[in-house]
T-cell receptor, first 116, second 116 residues
């Protein structure tokens, strides 16, 4: 069974440029998460989707970040414009029973973003 | 509110000796607890989880953890370290405020170093 797929794996951009990350979850997983992991820190939740609905986006900086999951399958996270402080690893995870006590998330390899 | 504290940023052991990675949590509600491992340039992998059943939880690769409610702890142990165990380990607490969705919070991580 294929795991969570993310692309690109690495991205280097200059500040003020836009950038987008793509995630394809495990087949049959209705819940999709985007996390940001700064160097030396644990992942921080940015947004959680149940099918195509964003049910928890309180930590998403909405002035420059946006996300979509149009058909309830794959998802795109965008930053426009990027700032130096956005350099981090962006992780995508999916699960079958999001938001429940037994929810187990499966993570992709992440996209490492460097903003110069 | 919930939080998780990993008490050691780095733990160094010799191959063949026991491993102890410490995690304390804070939650106003009955939580579920997880340990994930992250090898360099790899995605986070679930080691084990506690979801209100047996307090001693066995995971993959010989790891286990014990949920101690009185001490609000969920320490990860392994009897004998292998070189392949060298990685970053994350403790995660997830609880449901007011009976809503379970939201995960990650610790800052503990780097396990294994010496030959």
């Amino acid at each position: 069974e294929a795991g969570v797929v993310q692309s690109p794996r690495y991205k280097i951009i200059e500040k003020k440029q836009p950038v987008a990350f793509w995630c394809n979850p495990i087949s049959g997983h209705n819940t999709l998460y985007w996390y940001r992991q700064n160097l030396g820190q644990g992942p921080e939740l940015l947004i959680r989707y149940e099918n195509e609905e964003a049910v928890d986006d309180s930590q998403l900086p909405k002035d420059r970040f946006s996300a979509e999951r149009l058909k309830g399958v794959d998802s795109t996270l965008k930053i426009q414009p990027a700032e130096l402080g956005d350099s981090a690893v962006y992780l995508c995870a999916s699960s079958f029973s999001g938001g429940t006590i037994t929810d187990t998330q499966y993570f992709g390899p992440g996209t490492r973003l460097t903003v110069l | 509110a919930q939080s998780v504290t990993q008490l050691d940023s780095h733990v160094s052991v010799s191959e063949g000796t026991p491993v102890l990675l410490r995690c304390n949590y804070s939650s106003s509600y009955s939580p579920s607890l997880f340990w994930y491992v992250q090898h360099p340039n790899k995605g986070l992998q679930l080691l084990l989880k506690y979801t209100s059943a047996a307090t001693l939880v066995k995971g993959i690769n010989g790891f286990e953890a014990e949920f101690k409610k009185s001490e609000t702890s969920f320490h990860l142990t392994k009897p004998s370290a292998h070189m392949s165990d060298a990685a970053e380990y994350f403790c995660v607490v997830s609880s449901s405020p007011s009976g809503g969705s379970y939201i995960p919070t990650f610790g800052r991580g503990t780097s396990l170093i294994v010496h030959p």
